[in-house]
């Protein structure tokens, strides 16, 4: 006996009513694009990102009487930002690798959110391990394939920039997965992708873990996607969640600033 | 073997015309040169094309030189000299003129100085007064040249010991010769006490030291002495005249002039003496310059000039009368036309218009100029000796 | 004796302020060869090759002998005082408001007559009296009378104040205090009597060391301050602006790239985005307020300086793109110069040879150390200064440049330093 298809008008029939009634909440997990946002800041022998900068074009005004605008420039991962895997070398010659080319219906997928807030308190350089991930689905079942996996840390509510950062004379220290954990959630649960609060998905030792950058290396090395600078992790369920996240269509872009939206259902 | 110099025989300076002076006008030296052409036509009953001559002096006709002014007056002259030589531009145009008539290049000239004077005319003329005063003295702030002139009194007290009375009683003489000139726009007596106690504008130069810039023109006839007795016209002859510029270059600072390199042969010219003349017009833009030219024209030793004054009344009754219509310390100085007063008021003294400051029986009178402050010091000297006709 | 400089009191805030109103600053062709000099520091005059007459005022040809030949030759400036006057009045705007303001005949043991402005200590005539030149607040050269020894506070005459931009009591603006030269900036300008020292960073987060050290100074402020970021820019600029009386604008990017060795115009772009659309940026934002405030007491604002780079008058390839941003800067600068002009407000750029920190590090020596760096601007304003060559390989590039620019583009380019 076959089964009744459920009409898709149906289904986003009842997205549409639900959003007008709140039913399902969106919730912005976008940080503002701000010159005195910090960028990801390398080496200074090395390329760097560039800021995000705005200069007025006009403002009602002799250079342009009737109307406002700006210009503005960024880099590709400025801001809350999406990695594609053509960004590392691991995923350099995947297919449907880069901003452009990626299958549409991956920007729009479920997330789990794995909190580990008050680790990252005690511990800048907190690193998530397969025993935090087990934990979680001991408690929230198992991590389905195709979803997100959002690291909770609450670093996004660290407003000063110097504090988002934390740099000392050692360098750079925000919490991130570890290299076992990360190749865990490619190997052993087929993730989509990995998303973070703190600048990058890797911690910000991470060039030090083996491999160095070990959550670029094993997602992207998998045609796995990331998600950075996140905020308002700890607004969404640890199951149910629905991720938008749709980069800007770059030519062979490695990645792009973004509105990240979180589809939440709110339970009666 | 210098060449022997023509005498300026057969030459007359005849009607003398002031312009009366105003403190500030709003009308340009045009007007004053054409008020000043009435008056000689009106004086002389000549009509405009009887002049077939003109000499020019004006500082504030830019961008007209002599030549819009012919246009401008409706003149048609054979001859034309703009003269911007300021204080020293009576003589130098007078010795032009003199040269023309007796060659024949023309036949009657209008010598004129007249400048107008704007309330921002007298700093706006010193911004481009020439490149050194642009370059090495205006930025130094005097906004004028009584800074430079403060310099050369200094010196020369210091070196000589003349005192600021000394220099006060000068410009008191000639304050008292004022009184008896309609024209002057200084009307009220001036004592040594008021001298002295005048505030300092550059020590040691102060209020009284300086003269007052105004609007006005004073001009003349140059003629033939023949013409002059045809026409009727009281006049005077030229007896002798001299000029010099840059003298004494390597002076560090001004204590001489130029007239001490020519005076002898301008006396010898006049085949007269300094004790033969009746009275002297001396360029007294300050009173020390008065001073130098008592020296250097021959009247005293140098350095001796205080001792003079001090044995001296300059009053046209005095003993040694100068500056008898005021000088420019007491009628003004209207521009260039301070250049012309000394020559006008001469003629007016040897041809009996000299009214109630006239000096007794004058016979032999002798004008200097002095001019062009480029820098630190005049850079012109002249000297007229005028004489009644024989 | 020169009374010494007192710390001015509180401006009344309801009084207006007052206006430049510059001295005259016409000056001939031939007179700008002494301000050409005066700019450096040194007073020079015309001396002919034939004759060796000095010349004064200068002039198109020989006074004694008519020869065209006239060179421009340093002056030990030794002379004897004539005649001194003190201006009581002047037509004048800036000398009216300034009364009463001493002057001197010279005669110089060279030769020439000058009128010279006369610092206070000079005695009366007759005298010796030493010679010098400076700029005025028009940016022209003018000459000075100096006493043969100076008193202590020699430098509070109230006239050669208006020919200096001296930091003493003034409030300055240090760009950028995350480098040590910054740093050593800073600490030059408060031995040398700042009132207040704003010293600004950017990216808090990069720690480079140092700041706190300067911070812990009593007249230091840090501010938050990025070249790159217009807003920054135009938010402290609205703080401070208007009490800013000096501005030092050493904030840079140093890459040591050519065209060859790096791919891509990121490091370039970075250079040029703080070198020179900094300094745009900085100057659009700050330049107003400190017009308005160049006649502001006897403290007001005064200078800008520009930390520039001898690489500006001839690329080093080497770092050739680091070059070119200088030399943008460098035009940017004279710019700059022309529009501050009008309020009196001089316009200082300082071009170093190779400064001795990172990114210089494979460059021989002799290095610039930031300490001698930060004393010759501080040296600068205090003597009115306005084209800086400090050290000695600054020096004998300039003197190779004016020599001759194309051998010395030649020398650079087959691999000299």
């Known amino acids: ?268 | 073997m210098a060449r022997h110099r023509q005498s300026y025989e057969g030459v007359a300076v005849a009607v003398p015309v002031t312009v009366p002076y105003v403190r500030y006008s709003t009308r340009t030296a045009h007007w004053f040169i054409g008020q000043a052409l009435s008056g000689l036509l009106q004086a002389s009953g000549l009509k405009k094309a009887d002049i077939d001559g003109l000499s020019l002096s004006s500082f504030s006709l830019a961008p007209d030189t002599a030549v819009g002014v012919t246009q401008h007056l409706g003149l048609s002259p054979r001859w034309l000299d703009h003269v911007p030589t300021g204080g020293a531009s009576g003589v130098m145009c007078l010795r032009r003129a003199a040269r023309a008539v007796q060659a024949g290049d023309a036949d009657i000239v209008a010598c004129v100085g007249a400048d107008t004077n704007h309330v921002d005319s007298f700093r706006q003329t010193l911004g481009s007064f020439s490149n050194f005063a642009r370059d090495a003295s205006y930025p130094y702030g005097s906004g004028g040249p009584n800074s430079i002139f403060a310099f050369i009194t200094s010196n020369y007290m210091r070196t000589y010991g003349a005192t600021r009375e000394d220099f006060g009683r000068i410009a008191v003489d000639q304050r008292t010769n004022a009184l008896g000139n309609p024209h002057a726009m200084f009307k009220k007596p001036l004592s040594l006490d008021e001298y002295m106690s005048a505030r300092p504008i550059s020590d040691p130069i102060h209020l009284f030291d300086c003269v007052m810039p105004c609007a006005g023109a004073e001009a003349f006839l140059v003629m033939s002495e023949e013409r002059a007795r045809g026409l009727g016209l009281g006049h005077a002859v030229v007896r002798g005249a001299i000029e010099r510029h840059n003298a004494f270059a390597d002076d560090p600072v001004m204590f001489r002039g130029g007239w001490l390199v020519d005076r002898d042969e301008l006396y010898a010219q006049a085949s007269t003496s300094p004790d033969q003349l009746d009275f002297v017009q001396t360029y007294d833009d300050y009173p020390v310059i008065a001073m130098m030219q008592f020296e250097d024209l021959g009247f005293c030793a140098k350095g001796e000039g205080p001792a003079f004054v001090r044995a001296h009344t300059m009053t046209s009754g005095g003993t040694f009368p100068n500056n008898t219509s005021g000088g420019q310390l007491s009628a003004g100085q209207a521009g260039a036309a301070g250049g012309f007063l000394g020559m006008v008021e001469a003629i007016r003294q040897l041809t009996g218009q000299a009214g109630a400051r006239s000096v007794p029986d004058a016979q032999l009178g002798l004008v200097a100029g002095f001019g062009m402050v480029t820098y630190d010091r005049c850079l012109c000297t002249g000297a007229v000796i005028l004489g009644r006709p024989a | 004796m020169t009374t010494p400089l007192i710390r001015p009191k509180r401006k009344n805030p309801v009084l207006r302020t007052r206006q430049m109103n510059l001295p005259p600053s016409g000056r001939g062709r031939v007179a700008l060869g002494l301000t050409a000099a005066a700019a450096e520091g040194r007073f020079e005059l015309q001396t002919c090759a034939d004759c060796g007459a000095v010349q004064y005022p200068p002039r198109e040809a020989c006074c004694k002998c008519l020869s065209v030949r006239l060179r421009w030759r340093e002056q030990p400036g030794e002379g004897t005082l004539l005649s001194t006057t003190t201006l009581h009045h002047s037509n004048d705007l800036f000398f009216r408001e300034r009364l009463p303001w001493r002057l001197g005949l010279v005669h110089l043991d060279a030769g020439p007559t000058l009128m010279v402005h006369l610092h206070g200590e000079v005695g009366d005539e007759p005298g010796p009296v030493r010679v010098g030149a400076r700029l005025d607040r028009a940016g022209q050269a003018v000459l000075i009378g100096y006493p043969k020894n100076g008193g202590a506070h020699m430098a509070d005459d109230t006239m050669l104040r208006e020919m200096t931009s001296d930091p003493k009591f003034r409030k300055v603006l240090v760009t950028d205090g995350k480098t040590e030269v910054g740093q050593a900036i800073v600490r030059a300008l408060v031995k040398a009597g700042a009132d207040i020292v704003w010293v600004g960073h950017a990216e808090p987060w990069k720690k480079l060391g140092g700041l706190e050290d300067i911070s812990a100074l009593p007249q230091v402020t840090l501010v938050p301050l990025d070249l790159t970021n217009g807003r920054s820019v135009t938010e402290l600029a609205g703080e401070i602006g208007g009490k800013v009386d000096i501005v030092i604008n050493n904030a840079e990017v140093h890459r040591t790239f050519g065209i060859g060795a790096r791919r891509g115009t990121d490091a370039a772009k970075a250079e040029m985005d703080i070198n020179y659309f900094g300094l745009l940026r900085l100057a659009q934002e700050f330049g107003p307020a400190l017009k308005g405030r160049s006649a502001d007491g006897a403290t007001g604002a005064t200078a800008w300086v520009n930390l520039l780079s001898i690489y500006a008058l001839a690329n080093f390839p080497p770092h050739g793109t680091f070059s070119a941003s200088k030399a943008a800067a460098h035009s940017l600068a004279q710019c700059l110069r022309a529009e501050m002009r009008p309020a009196g407000i001089r316009v200082v750029n300082v071009f170093p040879g190779p400064i001795d920190d990172e990114w210089n590090q494979h460059v021989p020596p002799p290095k610039l150390a930031s300490g001698t760096l930060a004393n010759a601007i501080v040296k600068a304003l205090r003597d009115g200064i306005e084209d800086v060559y400090p050290g000695d390989v600054a020096q004998e590039w300039l003197e190779r440049w004016r020599d001759n620019p194309k051998v010395l583009e030649r020398e650079l380019a087959a691999g000299g330093t």
């Open chain 1, 1 to 268: 006996m076959t089964e009744t298809p459920i009409s898709t008008v149906e289904v986003l029939g009842n997205l549409v009513q639900a959003l007008s009634t709140g039913r399902i909440e969106v919730i912005d997990l976008t940080q503002t694009l701000t010159p005195e946002f910090p960028q990801i800041a390398l080496p200074p022998e090395m390329g760097q990102c560039w800021p995000f900068r705005i200069e007025e074009v006009s403002r009602y005004d002799e250079r342009g009487p009737g109307w406002y605008w700006n210009n503005f420039s960024c880099g590709e991962h400025t801001g809350t930002h999406f990695d594609a895997p053509i960004h590392w070398i691991s995923g350099r010659d995947l297919p449907n690798n880069s901003v452009d080319t990626i299958p549409v219906q991956h920007f729009v997928a479920p997330a789990c959110v794995i909190d580990c807030s008050e680790q990252a308190k005690l511990d800048h350089d907190y690193l998530m391990t397969v025993a935090d991930i087990e934990r979680f689905e001991a408690v929230h079942g198992r991590i389905p394939k195709g979803a997100w996996v959002l690291m909770r840390t609450d670093w996004s509510q660290r407003l000063d920039p110097e504090a988002y950062q934390n740099f000392d004379e050692t360098g750079q220290h925000t919490p991130g997965p570890s290299a076992e954990a990360a190749r865990f959630l490619v190997e052993q649960r087929d993730v989509l992708g990995f998303g973070s609060e703190a600048i990058g998905t890797d911690a910000g030792q991470g060039y030090h873990l083996r491999p160095p950058y070990p959550c670029h290396y094993y997602m992207h090395g998998a045609g796995r996607y990331g998600l950075q600078c996140l905020s308002k992790l700890d607004r969404l369920p640890p199951t149910g969640a629905v991720l938008i996240c749709p980069p800007l269509k770059i030519e062979r872009g490695s990645g792009s600033p973004l509105r990240v939206l979180a589809l939440v259902e709110r339970r009666a």
